[in-house]
C-alpha cells in the first residue's frame, strides 16, 4: 500500500507458507499466545513497516544518514523501552558494570545492530520488500540450525517439517517465475 506496487500471485503463495512453516516451526500452533507473542506480533509489524519504508527511501537518501537515523532511532527506543520495562512494569534496574556486560553491550551494539542495519541499508534497494521479509523469516531456520549444529539440539519431526515448510514458501516465492518461463520454453 505504501510503496503502491502489487506483489505478485507466488510471493503471496510463499509468504502464506513460510508463515505457515514458521507456526509449524516454533509449535505455535501448541500453546495459546501469551504477552511474549503478543509483543512479537508486534515487533514483526514494526519490522515490517520498517522494511517497507527503508525500500521507500534507500533510493533517494543519503546512505549513512539514513542509517545513522535507523541506529539513532534504534538506541533511543531501546532505551526508552528498558526504562518503562525495567522500571515501570518490573520495577527491578539494577546495573552491574562488569567485563561481560561490556562485551554484551559492544557486540549487540556494533555487530547485531550497526553492520546489520548498514547492510540492510545499503542492500535492500536491490530487492522488493516481500522478498526481503521472506530472507529476514529465514532467520529461524538459521537459528534452529545453528543450535543443532554448535549446541547439539535435537530437531523434532515437527521442527523439521516447519523448516521444510518454510524452505519450500521461499522456493516458491522466488523461483516460480524461472521455473515456469524455463518449462515453457
Do not use: W
Amino acid at each position: 500500500f505504501v510503496l503502491k506496487t502489487k506483489p505478485k500471485p507466488e510471493n503471496i503463495i510463499g509468504v502464506i507458507i513460510v508463515i505457515l512453516g514458521l507456526a509449524v516451526l516454533t509449535e505455535a500452533h501448541i500453546t495459546l499466545p501469551n504477552i511474549g507473542d503478543v509483543i512479537t506480533f508486534a515487533c514483526a509489524i514494526a519490522f515490517a513497516i520498517h522494511v517497507v519504508l527503508l525500500n521507500k527511501y534507500s533510493d533517494s537518501n543519503n546512505f549513512y544518514l539514513l542509517a545513522f537515523g535507523q541506529f539513532l532511532t534504534m538506541t533511543i527506543a531501546s532505551f526508552v523501552f528498558m526504562m518503562i520495562f525495567e522500571i515501570l512494569i518490573f520495577e527491578n534496574f539494577f546495573v552491574e558494570l562488569n567485563s561481560i556486560l561490556i562485551f554484551t553491550l559492544i557486540y549487540g551494539s556494533l555487530f547485531a545492530t550497526l553492520i546489520s542495519i548498514l547492510v540492510m541499508t545499503k542492500y535492500q534497494r536491490m530487492t522488493t520488500p516481500v522478498r526481503a521479509g521472506i530472507i529476514y523469516s529465514m532467520e529461524a531456520v538459521f537459528a534452529v540450525g545453528f543450535s543443532y549444529l554448535i549446541l547439539h539440539e535435537i530437531l523434532n519431526t515437527t521442527q523439521i517439517a516447519g523448516i521444510i515448510v518454510m524452505l519450500i514458501g521461499l522456493c516458491i516465492s522466488e523461483f516460480y517465475s524461472y521455473i515456469k518461463n524455463k518449462l515453457t520454453k
